[in-house]
């Protein structure tokens, strides 16, 4: 994991990317990332990473990152729009 962050880092630098936006980019990354993980939850969220809830929506919140918009994607589509379950054989009883 070491060597693709070395990786990464050494495009970031030959592309250009100052170190505010760099680091920027890390922590958007990286928190969608958790949240993603813990399905939007941001207070599970926090505990993975550590720090206090209120923190976590700070940095939400400087990042722009909505939790409500992530929840939504992971959302399971209504059952109207859910694709028709697959029909079991009938058994040979």
């Known amino acids: 994991m070491k060597e693709q962050l070395e990786s990464l880092v050494l495009q970031m630098v030959r592309g250009g990317i100052r170190y505010g936006e760099a680091v920027r980019e890390f922590k958007r990354?990286?928190?969608?990332?958790?949240?993603?993980e813990n399905r939007g939850n941001q207070c599970q969220?926090?505990?993975?990473?550590?720090?206090?809830?209120?923190?976590l929506g700070r940095a939400l919140a400087e990042l722009k990152i909505d939790p409500r918009a992530?929840?939504?994607?992971?959302?399971r589509p209504p059952?109207?729009?859910?694709?028709?379950?697959?029909r079991r054989a009938a058994?040979?009883?």
Do not use: D, I, T, Y
Request: proline residues 6%.
């Open 91 to 93: 058994s040979g009883r």
């Open 45 to 55: 969220a926090a505990k993975v990473l550590g720090m206090h809830r209120n923190s």
């Open 79 to 86: 059952r109207s729009e859910r694709p028709a379950p697959a």
């Open 70 to 75: 992530l929840r939504l994607q992971l959302r």
């Open 29 to 36: 990354a990286f928190l969608n990332k958790v949240l993603a």
